[in-house]
């Protein structure tokens, strides 16, 4: 790695230091996110004094559903104002990293053989490209998989359930309410029979497709490259918590049998668990989210576009 960076310009060097710091401290302090989360809850409460203050009225807006434990309530417990506290300290530090190592490669964009603005209109990047389309059906995955999250990641599912009322309901009607229901999510199906890590393992081919679309730059490659690495390494991280008992991984913060049951029924490689009979290609088919995928694709087709576009267009600005 350090005789790699010897041939780098300095703002490819920034590049790349900076996306590996956007990636191991993202594993990192997933890997040890349960010590931070008592060490956060005990600080919550001892020093900041918010646990359990504002009952009833420091609350998620009611479109935002809390978590079984918690309900509506932001900081009811030690342990849940630690999870906030983390997940704030978590996106600042993530942000912090990731915006850094864009901002660097946005300046190498602009600084490293720049192309002129008429091969670069010339060069826009369209159906017939191969790793456009790679990038844009990953995309479609990753989309997919949030209306069927796997218990590894940290999409909530929401369920709608009868509320229970003393008013009588018009003749046919049913009143429901929508609750937070993530334990949902440990029942394999869909997109979870392919691979135990729909949402995330999906950067790998996104990120290679978007860096061989730019034109396969060192630039292209210590950006979008190494989040493809980290996706891996993100989600073999995950599996060794599960292996070990963690339970600090997506939306679960403690050992349970139905995980381990999940990781047991699932695979890491999609399609693996197919390959040796734990799960069928027929269910698959018949669960995955059709219409979001469909859905999906326009989206990833329209942001892949506009993306590509840009960052082709920052290359001729000084």
């Known amino acids: 790695m350090v005789i790699l960076m010897m041939y780098l310009s300095p703002i490819e ?27 956060l809850g005990n600080f919550a409460d001892k020093q900041l004094k918010i646990v359990g203050r504002g009952q009833g009225k420091w609350q998620l807006p009611d479109f935002w559903p809390g978590d079984n434990e918690g309900g509506q309530d932001i900081f009811p417990t030690i342990d849940i104002a630690g999870r906030q506290l983390y997940r704030i300290l978590y996106t600042i530090v993530s942000f912090g990293t990731l915006g850094s190592a864009f901002s660097s490669y946005l300046e190498a964009l602009r600084q490293v053989s720049p192309p002129p603005l008429e091969l670069v209109l010339s060069s826009t990047p369209t159906s017939d490209n191969v790793f456009f389309w790679m990038a844009v059906l990953s995309s ?30 018009p003749a046919g009607a049913v009143a429901r309410k929508w609750q937070r229901s993530d334990d ?30 730019l034109g396969g730059q060192p630039r292209d490659f210590l950006f979008f490259g190494i989040l493809s690495i980290y996706a891996i390494c993100g989600c073999l991280a995950q599996d060794l918590r599960v292996l070990r008992q963690e339970g600090s991984v997506g939306t679960v913060f403690a050992p349970d049998t139905s995980l381990q049951e999940f990781f047991q029924d699932t695979s890491f490689f999609p399609f693996g668990a197919v390959v040796d009979g734990r799960q069928s290609i027929e269910d698959i088919f018949r669960e995955v989210p059709w219409r979001v995928f469909i859905l999906g694709i326009g989206i990833a087709y329209a942001f892949q576009i506009v993306l590509l576009n840009w960052l082709l267009y920052q290359a001729t600005t000084v």
């Open 13 to 39: 060097q920034d590049v790349g230091l900076w996306t590996t710091a956007f990636a191991t401290s993202h594993i990192g302090m997933s890997a040890i996110r349960n010590s931070i989360i008592q060490i």
């Open 140 to 169: 479609a995955i990753s989309i997919a998989s949030l209306a069927n999250p796997s218990p590894l990641s940290l999409v909530p599912v929401f369920d709608q359930q009868k509320e229970q009322s003393t008013d009588v309901p």
């Open 184 to 213: 949902k999510k440990l029942q394999v199906t869909g997109m979870t029979r392919i691979t135990r890590h729909p949402l995330i393992l999906p950067v790998v081919t996104w990120g290679i497709g978007t860096a061989e679309s």
